[in-house]
RNA sequence: GUGGGUAUAGCUCAGUUGGUUAGAGCGCCAGAUUGUGGCUCUGGAGGUCGUGGGUUCGAGACCCAUUACCCACCCCA
């Protein structure tokens, strides 16, 4: 037998219509917010990957499905959404657009040659949203507010963590002071972090060793050398998520995986998932425009990490909906099949082709979900008729064919 | 890449210290008088016990290898 490959999997059934509902009631709420719909290729330039996400991050060094194409292109199935998305904003020119904002949706599957888990998949999927124009920290704090939001609508419970991941100003200064205080106590620290204060300092801070973070402890924050504009944006991002009655938590540790984040950053967390508990996660990238050759741009944006909150959706009760239709003679099954067509204009229907008994046509439209079944016998079929019944109410009537066709066609 | 766990029916799992024709529940199919679903009852189909070796008179059980899946580390949504 033929299996998927490792890491990935079919969506069939409950999964599936899982997946389908929670993209509709995400795109919905992005509507209502202000973003429309972007859809961007699923294989890009290797090198756009490289620039954006960064040579140093895990995902773009050893975690990319990444190959040559037929005509010796370098190229890689998306790992994340961001970097197409602004690739596909710089190649539209919007970036020329100078104070106009711009803020789109999108949602699909993501590839990274990860050792598949709980909550983490070789193929996964991604509902995000990028926000392009927009420097306000308000952006930030609508992005976090609409994230509450959607897990709210899904009926899942989540905590919410923030940081600034600070600025061009604040950043460098910050980074060279802690590399110095890491350096010090190097040799206390484990092999992965002693590499990381070369390649990326920064991310030593979410080293989830306990005796590195004992030694954390001590390390200069961010959160306390940030350049005045930073800490005035954190405080006032803070007053907004109080005065919005959301409850956060500031991490000091929180660093977002991906080289391009700078300013507000945040994640949200599940605690019945497993160790793959970040749910969702973003943050400002107000370089990553001139990364990838466009003209200067302020952007915000989140990712959901689609895999990962299936199981924990609320879903809303199924019910009974559209038509079952049966024969229960071959003659019969001719009068069912215009009907079918007819119905089908706006209606579920379901039609069994093989001529069976009233009970085996019952349990048929019980087991296909329907609300009405309709039967044409030999005693209708004579009288041009058909025995419909309704399976929520328990009712049943016979009514001429003619009056089905017509009701419906309306 | 590293570590641990699990592989028996379509699904979830039982299978005692190795011992005859490998079981249950759910699901599926067919019936319970001739045209009435969900509930109940009866019957039925369906398994080379992941794969390959080995130990033994005898292996679903024990040993080795291999593959797949799961979980955790790493990293991230």
Redo the contacts with the bound molecule.
């Keep these: 037998m033929i ?7 079919d969506l069939i059934f409950d999964d599936a219509r899982r997946y389908e509902y929670i993209i509709q009631t995400l795109s919905r709420i992005a509507r209502n917010y202000g973003f429309e719909y972007i859809e961007t290729p699923i294989l890009e330039e290797t090198r756009l990957f490289k620039r954006s996400v960064g040579e140093s ?3 773009v060094g050893k ?1 990319m499905y990444q190959f040559t194409d037929k005509g010796g292109n370098d190229v890689c199935l998306r ?2 959404g ?1 970097a197409g998305v602004v690739r596909a904003f710089v190649q539209a020119k919007l970036d020329r657009q100078q104070g106009q904002k711009y803020r789109f949706f999108y949602h699909g599957p ?1 590839f ?1 040659y ?9 193929e ?3 509902f ?1 949203v990028e926000s392009f124009g927009e420097k306000s920290v308000e952006e930030d704090f609508t992005l976090i507010v609409m994230l509450a939001e959607i897990f709210e609508a899904l009926g899942i419970r989540t905590r919410v963590k923030i940081n600034s991941l600070g600025c061009t100003v604040c950043m460098p200064p910050y980074r060279q002071r802690l590399v110095g205080y890491l350096e010090a106590i190097a040799q206390e620290l ?1 092999p ?2 002693q590499r ?1 204060i070369a390649t ?1 300092p920064i ?2 801070l ?4 306990e005796q590195c973070q004992n030694l954390l402890e001590e390390a200069p924050k961010l959160s306390q050398e940030l350049c005045e504009e930073c800490d005035r944006d954190f405080t006032r991002l803070q007053k907004l998520l109080t005065d919005a009655g959301i409850a956060y938590e500031v991490d000091t540790h929180l ?5 391009y ?1 700078s300013g507000a950053a945040f ?2 967390v599940s605690d019945e ?10 943050g400002r990238y107000d370089r990553l425009v001139e990364f990838l050759e466009g003209r200067p741009t302020p952007g915000v944006g ?8 299936m199981e924990l959706v609320r879903m809303p009760q199924e019910r ?1 909906e559209g038509w079952y239709l049966g024969a ?1 003679t071959p003659e019969a099954l001719d009068r069912l099949l215009p009907l079918a067509r007819q119905l089908r204009r706006s209606h579920r229907v379901v039609v069994e082709y093989a001529p ?12 296909a979900n ?2 009405y ?1 309709a ?7 004579s009288k041009e008729h058909i ?1 419909i ?8 009537k ?1 009514v001429p064919l003619k009056e089905l066709e017509e009701i419906e066609a309306q």
């Design positions: 299996h998927a490959l490792r890491g990935m999997k991050s895990d995902i975690e790992p994340e961001t993501m990274r990860e050792r598949p888990q709980k909550g983490r998949l070789r996964f999927h991604q995000g484990c992965d972090c990381r990326n991310r030593v979410d080293c989830k060793n660093v977002r995986g991906l080289d984040y994640e949200f998932i497993g160790a793959q508990s970040a749910v969702a996660g973003g989140f990712a959901i990490g689609i895999e990962r909150i009974r229960m069976k008994g009233l009970k085996a046509h019952l349990k048929g439209a019980d087991k329907a609300r079944c039967v044409i016998g030999e005693e209708e079929l025995w019944k309704d399976l929520e109410a328990r009712e049943e016979t």
